[in-house]
Nanobody, 127 residues
Framework: QVQLVESGGGLAQAGGSLRLSCAAS????????MGWFRQAPGKEREFVAA????????YYANSVKGRFTISRENAKNTLYLQMNSLTPEDTAVYYC????????????????????WGQGTQVTVSS
C-alpha cells in the first residue's frame, strides 16, 4: 500500500505561482510512475502532468505545457508540481497518483491507470 498526501495548495493571484508537494509513505516511490490530476467544480477529473519512475520522461497536458513542471525526489519519497503563470482556469482540486510501473521510463495520462491516489489539495486562482 502507498499513502499519498498532497500539500501546498491555496489561493494565488492570476500570474502567480504555487508549488504542490505529494509525500508518499508505505512504499518507496522509486518504482512508481507518478501523475498529477485536477478536478474543477462540475467537471470531470483531468490529467495535468506525469513523470516516469526514473524521472527520465515527463508528459504534460496541453493546457499546462510551458507553465507547469513536474518533478520528483525519490530520496525524499516526494513528488512536486511547480505551477507558474496561473490563471483562474487552473482553479481545481489537485490530486497526485502513483502507479507501480514495470518499465521505468513509462508515463501514464489516464486516471484509470493509477493504483493509488491522494486526498487532494485545493488550488484557487483569483483574477
Amino acid at each position: 500500500q502507498v499513502q499519498l498526501v498532497e500539500s501546498g495548495g491555496g489561493l494565488a493571484q492570476a500570474g502567480g505561482s504555487l508549488r504542490l508537494s505529494c509525500a508518499a509513505s508505505g512504499r518507496t516511490l522509486s518504482s512508481y510512475a507518478m501523475g498529477w490530476f485536477r478536478q474543477a467544480p462540475g467537471k470531470e477529473r483531468e490529467f495535468v502532468a506525469a513523470i516516469s519512475a526514473s524521472a527520465f520522461t515527463t508528459y504534460y497536458a496541453n493546457s499546462v505545457k510551458g507553465r507547469f513542471t513536474i518533478s520528483r525526489e525519490n530520496a525524499k519519497n516526494t513528488l512536486y508540481l511547480q505551477m507558474n503563470s496561473l490563471t483562474p482556469e487552473d482553479t481545481a482540486v489537485y490530486y497526485c497518483a502513483a502507479k507501480n510501473a514495470y518499465y521505468s521510463n513509462s508515463v501514464f495520462s489516464r486516471s484509470r491507470d493509477y493504483d493509488y491516489w491522494g486526498q487532494g489539495t485545493q488550488v484557487t486562482v483569483s483574477s
